[in-house]
């Protein structure tokens, strides 16, 4: 670990503490010096107790001292965005409404952390009831984008995707509805995993998972490498019984031969909703290198993605707007501008009658199956992130070959792969023009997050090594 705990990756960092090469006390206090250093400017962090960490730290070193059996994690520094249950620390999502709320205990995922040996540094920024894909509300402000400050991390996990960018924390956990994983990564130039619905406990979040939500929200890691979203996944996967989702799936080991052997398909665009130049070179780039690495990778656009897009929103917009509005109403003074920019347009939608969500239940069911036959050729899809890279605070459109799209069309390469349960890994792969990241998805079928974790490692290996914001300070 030649430049010390920040910016390194949590595997080196756990191997560095395992050899003594460095202490867990350290590698914490590296991490809250850098959080006071640089949080004023991202305002990533949102509930840091420095003493706590210290003590965490202090209690993972004695246990290298002594010799003991340790984690995978042991003193990984880790941030969880404030939308989990953190014992101890606030799990306000964002909002007014539930201001000073502090959880009583830690959901399982942060859990199965801790018994990994892993330090929680703190909880991270998050728009209003997560509804959003930019960080803002009126509880903690907005976060900005370590890559320049004048442009937005990304949401809802953006206060996570910030500080592991910018080595506030060494990885961590967000959550994922629409894109609230993978934008905020594609942001901020990290790697970021939605699993399928149920392969890592969804316990503990705020909003609950349930009903609509629970078919289309999940949580999973978010970090620098995609080693350590494997690292995260392995110890958080599993199990849990107050999951509505939950199945018994075991976290895998793959055969190098039977990862090699998979056929690939890309696309660059969806007929839709165009990408920026920039977008579609990552995305043809990582289709390249894939095929330099042996792989057959062939153009493939599966049909249904348009109703797919229909039907996500007939689930997030609609029937989410029906689950907030009775908790909303009255309250309206004190919501968020963008909170309320959501309300509106779910507003404008017809809400559900017995028959029209029963209808779009089976409507997703069918066009669910109708992909996922078509995926009988390719296992696994490449795709982009989103059509822009991290855009300034505040805008909603923009231009790009010569069509205008619009904000919530902008994410819809992300809220195919929700609605349809889909694993998907997001990895940086190129630049804009004025220097930002861009990251490409890597899509994978109901509960094969390592087949599509060992193509982006693959992926990734070849890409070089991960690329550090430019200094802050």
Same mark, same amino acid.
């Given at each position: 670990m030649t430049s010390g705990p920040l910016l390194s990756s949590a595997r080196k960092i756990a191997a560095a503490i395992r050899r003594k090469e460095v202490s867990p006390v350290e590698v914490a206090q590296a991490h809250l010096d850098r959080i006071e250093q640089l949080n004023p400017k991202l305002n990533a962090f949102v509930d840091v107790q420095p003493e706590a960490v210290l003590a965490q730290? /202090? @209690?993972?070193?004695? @246990?290298i001292v002594r010799g003991e059996d340790v984690g995978p994690l042991h003193g990984v520094p880790l941030s969880i965005k404030s939308a989990i249950d953190v014992a101890g620390h606030r799990c306000e999502a964002g909002s007014r409404l539930r201001a000073g709320y502090v959880a009583a205990e830690d959901a399982p995922l942060v859990a199965r952390l801790r018994a990994a040996g892993a330090v929680i540094l703190g909880v991270t920024n998050t728009p209003e009831l997560l509804m959003a894909w930019e960080t803002d509300n009126l509880l903690y402000g907005?976060?900005?984008?370590?890559? %320049? !400050?004048?442009r937005t991390a990304g949401g809802s996990s953006g206060g996570e995707a910030a500080a592991i960018a910018a080595g506030l924390s060494a990885g961590g $956990? &967000?959550?994922? &509805? &629409? #894109?609230? +994983?993978? $934008?905020?990564a594609h942001f901020c130039g990290i790697c970021g995993l939605k699993p399928t619905p149920g392969r890592v406990p969804s316990t503990g979040h705020y909003p609950k998972a349930g009903g609509p939500f629970a078919l289309i929200g999940v949580v999973g890691p978010m970090a620098r490498t995609v080693e350590d !979203?494997?690292?995260l996944f392995? $110890?958080? @996967? #599993?199990?849990? %019984?107050? %999951?509505?989702?939950?199945?018994p799936v075991e976290v895998r080991e793959l055969h190098e031969k039977t990862v090699d052997a998979v056929p690939i398909g890309f696309f660059a665009d969806d007929g839709r909703t165009p990408v920026t130049e920039e977008t579609r070179s990552a995305v043809e780039h990582a289709a390249v290198t894939l095929m330099d690495c042996g792989f057959r990778v062939e153009p493939f656009r599966p049909e249904g993605l348009e109703e797919a897009r229909q039907r996500w929103w007939e689930f997030f917009g609609v029937a989410g707007g029906m689950i907030l509005e009775p908790m909303l109403r009255g309250r309206e003074s004190e919501l968020s501008p963008p909170l309320r920019e959501f309300m509106r347009w779910t507003q404008d939608a017809r809400a559900h009658t017995g028959e029209s969500l029963l209808a779009a239940w089976m409507g997703r069911d069918a066009v669910r199956e109708k992909i !996922?036959?078509?995926? /009988? /050729?390719?296992? $696994?899809? +490449?795709?982009p992130t989103a059509a822009v890279p991290a855009f300034r605070h505040g805008e909603r459109q923009w231009q790009i070959e010569g069509k205008t799209v619009k904000y919530l069309d902008t994410w819809s390469y992300c809220e195919w792969w929700n609605l349809l349960g889909f694993p998907a890994v997001v990895i940086p792969m190129g630049y804009s023009k004025e220097g930002l990241p861009i990251g490409v998805q890597i899509v994978g079928r109901p509960w094969e997050e390592e087949l599509v974790l060992a193509v982006a490692a693959l992926l990734e290996k070849e890409r070089g090594a991960w690329q550090a914001p430019p200094p802050l300070d």
């Open positions: 730290a /202090r @209690a993972a070193e004695t @246990a907005r976060t900005n984008n370590p890559w %320049d !400050l004048t $956990v &967000g959550s994922d &509805g &629409g #894109g609230s +994983i993978r $934008v905020p !979203l494997r690292a392995a $110890v958080t @996967a #599993g199990w849990d %019984d107050a %999951d509505p989702c939950a199945a !996922l036959v078509q995926m /009988r /050729r390719y296992p $696994v899809l +490449i795709c």
